[in-house]
């Protein structure tokens, strides 16, 4: 029964010492849990420091990442070898292989063992973030998207460069009077990205190879481009949308 069914995932959770889960989110060899009450525990490798444990020490069971402990999480993210975590109060930490600059913390740093805190975002209220295999996107409350790592394959929206070191503000067209869009939301996948706008609109753009962007082509996309939609996700290798005038059945994947 259901009852039953929810009964023995929490005693799970229990045994496992992780709590009341809200979210899940995972790399390609480690994970990380989000409770609800805004704990973050990791679990996988220690390849990359991607554990986030410190050094190249893995977890293989789920372990509360100390530097976190005093701060209430609300979001988080995983490429494939680094993480981000959000805040309550909209501050970003980042972790693990930053050799493409996905972690956002200097020019410098090519990877972090624990969480650290990106300084870029200080006095920037951060509301919405995404990772890509090697890449790092951000929303912040001005309805500004930043993008920063792997660039090579157009995942970022600022045309032909190979690697973005630091956040970087992804510019999309703009409207009769001059304006940008306000991003409300972002997601990411190998070498594609998505963003959706308060307004409703999509905006894909980035490897393309297999139709992923949506465009009616299979040709990369360097700066971000429309399509009609109320909300989206993107996964490896490609997106999937509802449509904005939804009907039963009307997820539209691609």
Request: net charge neutral.
């Amino acid at each position: 029964s259901q009852a039953a069914q929810s009964q023995s995932l929490s005693r799970t959770q229990q045994h496992e010492n992780v709590g009341r889960l809200l979210q899940i989110a995972c790399g390609k060899e480690h994970s990380l849990n989000l409770t609800r009450d805004g704990d973050v525990s990791s679990v996988g490798t220690g390849n990359m420091c991607a554990s986030g444990h410190g050094g190249s020490r893995g977890a293989d069971k789920p372990e509360t990442l100390k530097p976190l402990r005093d701060k209430r999480v609300t979001a988080i993210a995983c490429g494939e070898n680094h993480s981000l975590v959000l805040t309550d109060k909209g501050y970003l930490y980042a972790w693990g292989r930053g050799f493409e600059g996905q972690l956002g913390l200097s020019k410098e740093i090519e990877i972090a063992s624990t969480p650290q805190f990106v300084k870029f975002f200080h006095g920037k209220n951060v509301t919405s973030i995404a990772c890509g295999s090697f890449y790092s996107l951000a929303v912040t409350d001005d309805g500004a998207m930043w993008g920063w790592g792997e660039a090579r394959m157009g995942q970022l929206g600022c045309d032909k460069h190979r690697e973005i070191r630091t956040p970087q503000r992804i510019q999309f067209p703009q409207d009769s009077e001059g304006n940008q869009p306000k991003i409300k939301s972002c997601s990411a996948g190998y070498g594609h990205t998505a963003a959706l706008t308060d307004n409703g609109d999509l905006y894909t753009w980035g490897f393309n190879t297999y139709g992923q962007v949506g465009h009616g082509d299979k040709k990369t996309h360097w700066f971000p481009g429309t399509l009609d939609a109320v909300d989206a996700a993107a996964g490896t290798l490609g997106c999937c949308a509802l449509p904005s005038r939804p009907y039963f059945g009307a997820v539209r994947p691609w």
